[in-house]
């Protein structure tokens, strides 16, 4: 009985064992049991397509343009129509590696670029594969004059390839426009976007303003057999006023006073500048694709714009001399307060200002038209591709000048100047007081105020410089290619591409000397004239434009030299 009884506990203890479960093998199990119930989920639902959109879809095509491309290339696509990550070409190229984006000196917007540091002379562009004009004395392109909007991708060749038109040493940079069969359906895009630039910190025109406005259209006909993509874009900018300040090098000569040498500035200048731009562009894009072995394409583009600098302020020797060619007599110190060898506050005689009333401009227009037919016939691709581009770029430079007329060595009138809070290296920071009223145009008028030309045998009123630029490019290309099989070889293509190109760059430019007068003192009061503020200083100015009809109505004229 007690062996039998010992058996049972037995079997009973065997069995509890067996049934009992750790915590480990249940969460396993737990686990099982749920992937089994998700993979059967899975395989009920079944996902047709899924579609990448935005900037996603714009870095996978970049990606995979990397990826089938046969030499080492960068890209970037717009994520939408109209939309490349940046308003400017130049800024949207300028994010890829190895390449940076120039500015513009007046304008400060991005406009040229830089491959491997190289300069942007050794960079070739083209246009849907086609060589473009340049706006610039070499071939360099700048891209400001191609909106991003109208622009659907960008590639930058950074090795060379037989295939390629128009090479550059650093690079080959190619701007594509869109294709509308590309695009499954009806697709339209408005964009607008008004700004403002810079603070109302005392400086007239100190906040600058905008706007940007885009619409693009894409749509197909004929059962997807023909495609039409239009786009336009509008482009306004007036841009802030900016103060700028000339230490004139922080120049303190000595000056006699009280019987000691004290030092003074040597000169200064006060400006304002301010720049408008303004660009109208638009992109017409006709595609025919009757069946899967003829395409053709033709697509135009047009880019015009306009520049404009304007630099507006007084300048003027305040202690220091001109090495003879000033009208102006010895600067005497009429007053000081003296620190450490500095008048950090005073005045002095004999000055004359300046007043300057610089204006630059440029006028360019862009035009290019293309034809491309891409056909099959048998294992051959073969391609025809007729294309113009034409760019012309006019500029105008202006520098007038205005003040006391007269050489004060010689009984002519001369100023007064001011100046406090200097301590002999704040030169930034000094405020200065003129005797006269420099805003009233009886006071301040055109002449050659300083001698700056060479003095009475060259009067210089003013300066201007007339450069224009035109560029020109027709050409043909014809190509064949086939896929082989031999070795490493697996296509074979050879083609010829024809190209005339006409460039001319010209160059005129002289002295402005006062119509109808011999007279190297020669002054007249300035049409039209205004009021404005020398930059930070406070001191108003007289301000005059050069938009007044330059020639019958404006006073001045120039006196060409040949360059």
């Avoid at 869109?178 to 630039?197: E, G, H, S, W």
């Avoid at 190209?499 to 000397?513: A, I, N, P, Y």
Wanted: aromatic letters at 8%; a positive charge; charged letters at 20%.
């Amino acid at each position: 009985m007690k062996s039998s009884k010992f058996r049972s506990e037995s079997r009973q203890a065997g069995r509890q064992s067996v049934c009992r479960m750790s915590p480990v093998a249940a969460g396993c199990t737990l686990l099982l049991l749920v992937a089994a119930q998700a993979a059967q989920a899975q395989q009920a639902t079944t996902l047709d397509t899924v579609t990448v959109t935005g900037i996603r879809k714009a870095i996978e095509d970049a990606v995979a343009t990397k990826k089938n491309a046969s030499s080492i290339v960068e890209a970037i696509s717009a994520e939408d129509i109209g939309k490349l990550p940046d308003p400017s070409v130049a800024d949207s190229i300028s994010r890829l590696p190895g390449v940076a984006a120039q500015s513009n000196k007046g304008s400060g917007k991005a406009q040229q670029i830089s491959v491997r540091g190289m300069s942007p002379d050794f960079n070739g562009a083209t246009l849907n594969g086609r060589e473009v004009a340049s706006s610039g004395d070499s071939r360099g392109v700048d891209f400001d004059l191609y909106p991003a909007e109208l622009l659907s991708s960008v590639l930058v060749y950074k090795t060379p390839h037989a295939s390629l038109v128009g090479q550059g040493l650093s690079s080959t940079i190619d701007l594509r426009t869109v294709r509308p069969l590309d695009f499954k359906k009806r697709t339209a895009a408005i964009n607008y976007r008004d700004m403002k630039t810079g603070i109302k910190n005392g400086v007239p025109n100190g906040e600058g303003s905008g706007e940007r406005m885009s619409l693009s259209y894409i749509d197909q006909f004929a059962d997807r057999k023909i495609g039409v993509a239009l786009g336009f874009v509008h482009f306004k900018e007036n841009g802030a006023a900016q103060p700028r300040a000339n230490t004139w090098g922080g120049w303190t000569p000595e000056l006699d006073y009280n019987g000691q040498k004290v030092k003074v500035p040597g000169g200064f200048g006060r400006d304002t500048e301010l720049t408008v731009q303004e660009r109208d562009g638009a992109m017409a894009v006709l595609q025919f694709k009757p069946h899967e072995n003829f395409e053709s394409v033709l697509d135009i583009f047009y880019s015009k714009g306009s520049q404009a600098f304007q630099k507006k302020g007084i300048e003027g020797f305040i202690g220091g001399d001109s090495g003879g060619s000033s009208y102006r007599g010895a600067p005497k110190l009429l007053t000081a307060t003296v620190a450490n060898g500095f008048a950090t506050s005073g005045t002095v005689d004999n000055f004359k200002a300046v007043i300057r009333n610089h204006n630059e401009g440029t006028d360019d227009k862009l035009e290019a038209l293309g034809w491309n037919n891409r056909f099959k016939f048998g294992d051959w691709t073969g391609v025809v591709d007729l294309g113009q581009s034409k760019v012309t770029k006019v500029g105008a430079r202006y520098e007038t000048t205005a003040g006391l007329p007269g050489n004060g060595q010689k009984g002519g009138k001369t100023d007064t100047i001011s100046w406090s809070n200097f301590d002999g290296s704040n030169f930034n920071d000094i405020k200065f007081t003129t005797g006269l009223n420099y805003a009233d145009p009886n006071v301040a008028k055109l002449t050659d105020v300083m001698g700056w030309g060479g003095g009475e045998g060259s009067p210089q009123a003013g300066y201007v410089a007339s450069p224009t630029i035109s560029d020109k490019i027709d050409n043909l290309r014809l190509s064949a290619k086939r896929g082989v099989e031999f070795g490493p070889f697996n296509a074979v293509e050879f083609g010829v591409n024809a190209l005339t190109r006409d460039k001319l760059s010209s160059t005129q430019e002289g002295f402005l000397v006062i119509k109808g007068s011999s007279d190297p003192y020669a002054s007249v009061v300035a049409p039209g004239a205004g009021v404005t503020t020398a930059g930070a200083s406070g001191i108003p100015v007289m301000t005059w434009d050069r938009a007044v009809r330059w020639g019958r109505s404006m006073p001045c004229a120039p006196t060409f030299t040949a360059r």
